[in-house]
């Protein structure tokens, strides 16, 4: 009997890429019947999945096949590192540091550790951070919160992983090459169990002082459970395609332990390769049927804009799952992505907003399938003064700075609980706004060896809370954004998301431009736009920074002080996202100026910006 389900009346078969001998991963097993994730541990499931044809395959920047590693090969080769990385000296439980590049040595790297019983650690590649001694500093950090005993990394970062290892005592520092020199006769793998540790995840949202977050198999293995029989609700016939980074739990665990626990083919395309050519990922999903993907909104966002010629080149009737997650999911992002991508069949109704986070191995909530995604209009007035979500009126409809519309995101994964508290800790009922608390078998161990970060977020009967704000409706979440960034001004809760967003629509400027961040002020906060401006001719920019304050003030009515900067001088996260704390910690520092010289003397003097010294 063939274990494989038809997509729109036609099975996808293999393509041979043009001058290229191999082929993709096959999409489906043609003997080995579909488990959605029953297994205790990684290793057991890695063992089941390799019984099949399915796996991974790899793409390169210019969209051709590299790479074709079966479950079965990867099995192998994990054994295999296993060994060579317990010849090195290293003894059960020692933590593995290893640079989540998107390619196959990865994998054996971190599926080596599970049969070996060590902990990998996933770090990131060098992408989003920023220079080279900041990326030093940023993976010495890693390394020294998990106390690894060794780090493996591509040959070209050795240079930097080198340096970073030396400065904390990591002794065994290997290139993948190296590695596959070593012997593995003479050893005897003990593989994790179900009551084991994972792996450690490094959250985003990790700078200077990294929090781990310890995943055990049982966090794993349920959190996939719930992914794939629950949350996406998949089928044998199901085909991954994903561009995110393999560092990060939306990744890790989306695009690579769970497709593994569900014997599904994913077909990968580096970060990297995404942010010069989005459109490869459009391919990839349209050349193979693909019929789930992922991305944060800023990933549709790029996506949709760098579509030349007619979208009708692409073919994405086969995608029934287009989640976003990993950030504030924007509306109007994935209405110029339907609307722009119509002619390539794709069905809005394939958009599944979801939330999650490290903390809970990554899948919190997840909205319907086959329904079109939801949003919540509220007035902003009660929102911003009373912390309530009240739907908007009629007739303030279509008046920016009264009506926000959020995306509702689901509900909990089965097993798991979500509440909305106050900040006296009170449960809130429906549209009430306030901090969000989750809890259920797929949260972390903890951070690792970190008990007073254990302690700031972990409350009693084991519920944690996320740092994000939101309310409920009828048991399904929406997200308003992280309490740490919210701005308290004259009394009110003013989200810097609106703001962000609305100064990103003024000409000539790009999504992720602004960053919208709270200078204190007494016991009040004052609104600082930054802005990543490209513009030379000094009058032109003073002209951007007049329509930038009118946006705010319309948006948000308040008045803010705009700083032009240069182009990439804003900090985001190891996924992409915005850090506003770190923005404005730069900008405090006079690590991020005003590129104006002009407006610098004529207000400060010269010196920093006039709200870094409370004055304007």
Same mark, same amino acid.
């Given at each position: ?11 996808? =078969? ?9 082929? $993709? ?19 057991? +499931? ?18 051709? %096949? ?6 079965? #090969?990867?099995?192998? /080769?994990?054994?295999?590192?296993? /060994? ?10 020692? /933590?593995?540091?290893v640079v989540a590049e998107t390619g196959p040595e990865?994998? *054996? ?15 990131? *590649? ?20 998990? &106390? ?8 070209? %970062? ?18 993948? #090459? @190296? ?9 005897? =793998? ?58 990060? #739990? ?48 800023? +990933?549709?966002d790029l996506a949709a804009r760098r579509v030349n010629g007619s979208a009708g ?48 191995? =990554? !899948? ?8 079109? *995604? ?27 700075? &009264? ?15 979500? @509440? ?5 800790? /009170? ?13 259920? $078998? ?10 007073? !970060? ?16 939101? *309310? ?32 990103? &629509? ?11 961040? !709270? ?22 920019? @003073? ?27 804003? $900090? ?36 920093? $910006? ?7």
């Amino acid at each position: 009997m063939k274990h494989c389900e038809k997509t729109n009346g036609s099975l996808h =078969l293999l393509m041979t890429v043009e001058n290229n001998d191999l082929t $993709p991963a096959t999409r489906c097993n043609s003997a080995l019947p579909h488990s959605r994730g029953e297994f205790e541990t990684l290793v057991e +499931g890695l063992d089941y999945a390799a019984q099949g044809e399915t796996g991974f395959t790899f793409y390169s920047p210019r969209g051709q %096949l590299q790479h074709t590693v079966s479950y079965r #090969d990867l099995r192998d /080769r994990a054994i295999s590192t296993g /060994r060579r990385l317990m010849k090195t000296g290293l003894k059960r439980g020692d /933590r593995v540091a290893v640079v989540a590049e998107t390619g196959p040595e990865f994998m *054996y790297v971190f599926f080596g550790c599970q049969y070996a019983g060590l902990v990998p650690c996933p770090m990131p *590649y060098s992408m989003f951070i920023g220079g080279r001694d900041a990326y030093v500093e940023r993976i010495a950090g890693m390394m020294m919160s998990a &106390r690894a005993s060794a780090v493996v990394a591509s040959e070209d %970062l050795m240079a930097q992983v080198g340096l970073a290892a030396k400065s904390v005592g990591v002794s065994i520092v290997l290139s993948h #090459d @190296e590695l596959a020199a070593l012997p593995e006769t003479g050893v005897d =793998l003990a593989p994790f169990g179900p009551d084991d540790m994972a792996y450690i995840q490094y959250s985003s949202g990790s700078t200077s002082s990294p929090k781990g977050v310890l995943v055990t198999q049982k966090s794993i293995t349920t959190n996939s459970r719930g992914i794939l029989q629950n949350g996406l609700k998949t089928t044998s016939d199901d085909r991954a395609a994903s561009w995110l980074p393999l560092y990060h #739990d939306m990744g890790l665990v989306g695009f690579c332990l769970a497709p593994m626990l569900g014997q599904h083919s994913v077909d990968y395309l580096a970060t990297t390769a995404f942010a010069r050519r989005p459109v490869l990922w459009l391919k990839i999903i349209s050349d193979n049927g693909c019929t789930i993907t992922f991305s944060p909104s800023f +990933g549709y966002d790029l996506a949709a804009r760098r579509v030349n010629g007619s979208a009708g080149d692409y073919d994405l009737s086969t995608l029934r799952i287009a989640g976003i997650g990993g950030d504030m999911v924007r509306p109007d992002v994935l209405q110029a992505f339907a609307d722009k991508m119509e002619p390539a069949q794709f069905d809005a109704r394939a958009f599944i907003p979801s939330y999650g986070m490290a903390e809970s191995t =990554l !899948a919190v909530t997840f909205a319907e399938i086959d329904d079109l *995604y939801q949003t919540d209009s509220i007035d902003q007035r009660y929102a911003k003064l009373q912390r309530k979500a009240v739907p908007a009126s009629a007739d303030i409809s279509g008046k920016t700075d &009264r009506v926000r519309t959020f995306v509702v995101c689901g509900k909990p994964l089965p097993g798991h609980s979500l @509440e909305v508290r106050d900040d006296e800790g /009170r449960v809130l009922g429906d549209r009430e706004i306030g901090h969000i608390m989750i809890k259920g $078998p797929s949260l972390m161990a903890g951070y690792f060896e970190n008990p007073e !970060a254990n302690e700031a977020v972990m409350l009693d009967d084991n519920w944690l809370a996320t740092g994000d704000m939101g *309310y409920l409706l009828d048991g399904r979440v929406v997200i308003t954004g992280r309490s740490k960034d919210l701005i308290l001004h004259n009394g009110r809760n003013i989200w810097p998301q609106d703001i962000e967003w609305a100064v990103e &629509r003024v000409e000539p400027l790009r999504s992720g431009d602004a960053a919208a961040v !709270a200078v204190e002020r007494g016991d009040d906060d004052y609104v600082v736009v930054l802005v990543q401006c490209r513009l030379t001719d000094e009058q032109e920019r @003073e002209e951007l920074r007049r329509q930038i304050a009118a946006v705010v003030h319309q948006t948000a009515g308040v008045e803010c002080d705009v700083v032009l900067i240069a182009p990439k001088s804003l $900090p985001f996260t190891s996924s992409g996202k915005l850090s506003r704390a770190g923005a404005k910690a730069k900008f405090l520092a006079g690590e991020i100026r005003e590129i104006s010289s002009r407006y610098i003397h004529a207000v400060t003097g010269g010196d920093l $910006p006039s709200v870094a010294h409370g004055a304007k």
